[in-house]
């Protein structure tokens, strides 16, 4: 037995590698029909917009492609992190050319589940759509601004029509080879939208209660229960008032709130007086209980207790004109909710409770590019497909850069590669779907030669080794 242990890892090894940077369009991840507990009801998905596992597949490799920053080198990914809920735990995040952002990177968690259609911190963009490509056009981002001697997004285009796995990729998302911008926008949104968190305690416990977030749950502690409470009631009922702008049980932002008291600039001088949006607040932590990052739009507040201390006892700032009046009530002078450590550690546990995790591993958010940026398309819909011998012969991928499949309809055949000077580089046997290995072989043009050993003939199919 002992002896197999080494064997068992290399094989285990080895088809993660393969797996890695490999894209099965015959297996996609399921983006579409994700289960949604029956309580979440708040979904801004726009009508032309339903999610599709073909169109998200592509949104989730621009996601991840480096290609889309003028230099290479910066992906969405890059300050959108899965393992930091697709946050990033810097403060401002590092762009194509050594510059920061000006604010913290948002948690992409949940983006689809709230009433508030637009995004960014100061709702500067009027839906998912429009946002996920101003990144791309951002000059300190990814640099393809137009402006400041950058390419234009034109340019961009033009890159990846270039690539072959885009050239793949859109046909069997859209129908054709044509990148846009708006199928761009389509297929990032879609990808966006699909990254969902639903298993946290806090779900478990409401999914117990019949959907009903009142009552103690029967998983809590008392200090999550007690946490809950002054989560969700009004500070003139003892409460902390939280649930009036972070609606449960989505947690999204109340489309309505303004600033919180939150009004510096990250890593500089100054007010801002513009955020009043925040994210999702499901997986402030990860599942060890750790920050996904510094939090507020200025990633000035670096523990939850923080952020309780901000909201116990409101700053006053008179150049702050646009602070929520729930934070303000009219002839009380800013929010003072003397909270009781107690109080406060109790609220820091139930926020924990809103983390889940799937959402840090599943490979279907994951980075679909192998160690050295490729990405290898395998799939019957890129297929040559050929009627040898009165049967069916699908050869699939064609271009293929790893792997080949080739299935023919009932028979014994025999496979012979040969290149372009004619020399044999792969003879093997197929018997119905056969893999042909072809990962050793040169760049270029191949002559794929069919034998049929019944009855002798021979055909030939050309394939392209990428
Ligand atoms: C260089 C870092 C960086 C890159 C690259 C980047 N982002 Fe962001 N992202 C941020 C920051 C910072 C914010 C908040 C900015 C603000 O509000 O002014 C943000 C905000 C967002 C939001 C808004 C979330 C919300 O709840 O309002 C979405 C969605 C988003 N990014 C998606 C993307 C996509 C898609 C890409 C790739 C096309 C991308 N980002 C590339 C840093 C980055
Ligand atoms: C009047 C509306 C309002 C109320 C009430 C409110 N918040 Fe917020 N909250 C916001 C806004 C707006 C932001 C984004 C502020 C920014 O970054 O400038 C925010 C941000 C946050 C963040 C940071 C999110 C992130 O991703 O960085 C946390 C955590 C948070 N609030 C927790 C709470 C808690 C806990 C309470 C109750 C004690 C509470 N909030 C009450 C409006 C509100």
Known sequence: MKNNIPKITAIVVFSFFFLKGTID?????NYANQTVPNY????NTPGNNA?????????RVLFYDKNLSNNNTIACASCHQQAFAFSDPLTTSLG????????????????????EVKFFWDERATSLEDQVTQPIQ???EMGFSGTNGDPDFSALITKLSAITYYQNLFEFAFGDQTITEARMQLALAQFVRSIQSFDSKFDVGLQAANGNVGPNFGNFTADENLGKRLFLDPPNRGGAGCAGCHRPPEFDIDPNSLNNGIIGVANGTGVDLTNTRSPSLRDLVNPNGDLNGPLMHDGSLTTLLAVIDHYN???NNAANTNLDQRLNPPGQGNQNLNLTNDEKTALEAFLKTLTGTDVYTNEKWSDP?????NINLVGSTLSTQEHLFGKNVLLYPNPAKDFMNLSVEQGNYEVAISNQLGQLVLVQSVLGTQKLDVSKLNSGVYLLKIVDRDSKRTFNIKFIKQ
């Not at 979440?40 to 979904?43: H, N, V």
């Open 25 to 29: 369009l015959d297996n996609l991840f």
């Open 51 to 59: 999610i599709d596992d073909k169109i998200a597949t592509l949104g």
């Open 138 to 140: 951002d000059h300190v």
């Open 96 to 115: 194509l050319n050594g510059g920061n952002t000006g604010r913290h990177s948002m948690r992409l968690v949940n983006s689809r589940f709230a009433d």
């Open 313 to 315: 006892a409101i700053p």
């Open 369 to 373: 590019f192998d160690s050295n940026g």
């Open 40 to 43: 979440i009801t708040k979904d």
